[in-house]
């Protein structure tokens, strides 16, 4: 028994080194070196994005947003079609992510795809949804914790409490997300597998509790649309008399709260078996968060007294309900700490999945300072220059935007344009100049889905710039304007992209090997 032992660890192990010789093959025929530390498995793949979705995050925040539009049908069944919209998405970007495995997947996949300028704007896409990701999320975490834990458990008066409170208290929780994902992807990982069982755990306590205390079940309500536009809901959204207008600002729910899921493409470099766990990672995020929001969001619905009366409390509306929640007060106090360190851990993980995206675009050396934000630090095997500039970004997107309703609209769109762009560009490049895929393979179904994916985020397109979020409009053609000026007057001379062909790939063999033996890997 103990020869037997010894020889299935044996051949673990050898099958273990295997496969992170053939990650670190495939790396490097991308061009690029393995600089950080691969140790992340497969479950710690996913529970990076489910951290980063966080149902405890966006199914709580912007439940009003579904709620105050079209009632009870708003929640329910636009959470079923929003997620469905970022199924699609995922599915047409697992795709892409088992072929080209690397850190920053969206940039470069862009980059191959579509060409060195196309993926230099995705990556300027990607990274602003990104940071409003982690700047949405800690403003969230400051609102929450100062509602149910200041407030809630220890009776602190902060309803004058007002921007100095708020900027100063985002700035400690990023400050304090950057020095946790400075020590290195260990760390990380052990406190993202850890929001994954949280956020389940608090999601299915959460849930129980509603149902538990709802006066009776009515479940007709999630199938009956409610215009609870203007003042019927509080003034969340403006007034209209169109109810697929509504619907369509009533997304806003799932869609800000599934996204993030690119975070298990940006940290690739640090996944075993990347090929093969990076598209699991995404699809399993997006189905579990759907399945488990969907009943925890129905939930809150269904607790409601009086859904006419809840949809006048506007933003207030889920931490009024969940106030008057009648189980024991030792049971909301673990409820309301549950959900505040799910929301911090989401955030997080933003932080990792950005600095990550930071790292893989400079170094192809698409940033100012590339050379600063690309270096990883030997003694953690992390790109810390790059986890404190995300940061830093992250804490100015919340001065000039400090509202949430923007910030997480901002979020959702730019993101998803970001995921929509490597898409269009596999549209027209699958069969032609794209021709080597990974194990994920959608067959005939692909072109479908990324088509489906790339028409749906035109519609996000439309209800990110909605009233009373309409100052993105200013964030999108800024950016455009920026971007432009930047490609024609510097970029389009000075960036290189990453390496593409064989010749390219082969003039960096000097530089990989220098790289790796910097960080101790060779």
Same mark, same amino acid.
Not at 99 to 120: D, Q, V
Not at 273 to 299: C, E, I, T, Y
């Given at each position: 028994?103990?020869? *037997?032992?010894?020889?299935?660890? !044996? ?16 790396? *490097? ?20 994005? %489910? ?112 921007? /100095? ?21 260990? !760390? ?11 956020? !389940? ?41 169109? /109810? ?47 399945? %488990? ?24 509306? %889920? ?60 003694? *953690? ?42 898409? !269009?560009?596999? =549209? ?32 996000? =397109? ?8 309409? =100052? ?11 971007? =432009? ?31 790796? *033996? ?5």
């Amino acid at each position: 028994m103990a020869l *037997h032992n010894n020889d299935s660890t !044996l051949n673990d192990s050898t099958l273990n080194d295997s496969t992170l010789a053939d990650d670190t093959a495939a790396l *490097h025929k991308m061009g690029y070196a393995q600089e950080l530390s691969r140790r992340m498995g497969g479950f710690s793949n996913f529970a990076i994005s %489910f951290s980063i979705i966080c149902i405890l995050a966006g199914g709580i925040t912007s439940f009003q947003v579904g709620f105050c539009t079209g009632g009870g049908f708003g929640v329910f069944v636009g959470w079923i079609v929003g997620s469905i919209y970022a199924m699609i998405v995922a599915l047409a970007m697992a795709q892409i992510s088992s072929a080209y495995p690397t850190a920053g997947g969206l940039y470069h996949w862009s980059s191959i795809l579509g060409g060195r300028g196309w993926g230099w704007a995705t990556a300027f896409v990607n990274l602003l949804g990104l940071i409003f990701v982690v700047s949405s999320v800690d403003v969230g975490v400051y609102l929450l914790f100062t509602s149910l834990i200041l407030t809630n458990i220890f009776g602190i008066d902060t309803s004058k409490w007002g921007a /100095p409170q708020q900027i100063f208290s985002v700035a400690v929780i990023l400050l304090s997300q950057a020095a946790f994902n400075h020590r290195g992807i260990r !760390l990380t990982t052990l406190l993202t597998d850890f929001s994954g069982y949280l956020i !389940l755990v608090v999601a299915v306590v959460l849930t129980a509790a509603m149902l538990f205390g709802a006066p009776h079940l009515e479940f007709s309500r999630l199938l009956t649309f409610t215009n609870n536009s203007g003042s019927p809901g509080g003034g969340v959204v403006p007034q209209s008399s169109h /109810p697929l207008y509504v619907f369509l600002l009533g997304l806003l729910l799932p869609i800000y709260t599934i996204t993030g899921f690119d975070a298990s493409a940006h940290i690739s470099e640090e996944t075993k078996d990347a090929r093969r766990a990076v598209p699991k990672g995404m699809l399993n995020s997006v189905f579990w968060s759907f399945a %488990f929001g969907l009943v925890m969001v129905s939930s809150f619905v269904l607790a409601m007294p009086d859904t006419s009366k809840a949809a006048l409390d506007g933003s207030s509306v %889920f931490f009024n309900l969940l106030g008057g929640l009648t189980v024991p007060t030792a049971l909301k106090d673990l409820l309301y700490i549950g959900i505040v360190l799910s929301n911090y851990l989401c955030a997080l993980a933003g932080v990792t999945s950005t600095s990550r995206m930071i790292f893989a675009f400079s170094r192809d050396g698409g940033l100012p300072g590339h050379k600063i934000w690309r270096h990883v630090n030997a003694a *953690h095997r992390s790109p810390v220059a790059a986890i404190w500039l995300a940061a830093l970004l992250a804490f100015l997107s919340t001065l000039y935007s400090p509202a949430f309703g923007a910030l997480a609209a901002g979020c959702a769109m730019f993101l998803y344009v970001s995921y929509a762009m490597p898409i !269009l560009a596999g =549209i027209f490049a699958e069969g032609k100049s794209w021709t080597e895929f990974g194990p994920f393979r959608l067959g005939g179904w692909s072109k479908p889905i990324a088509v489906l994916g790339v028409l749906g985020t035109l519609v996000v =397109i439309f209800i990110g710039i909605q009233p009373p979020n309409n =100052i993105l409009i200013s964030y999108g053609l800024g950016l455009i304007a920026l971007m =432009i000026v930047l490609w024609f007057g510097v970029a389009r001379r000075r960036f290189p992209g990453p390496p593409i062909g064989a010749a390219a790939v082969a003039a960096r063999a000097a530089e990989i090997a220098a790289e790796e *033996h910097a960080v101790g890997e060779a």
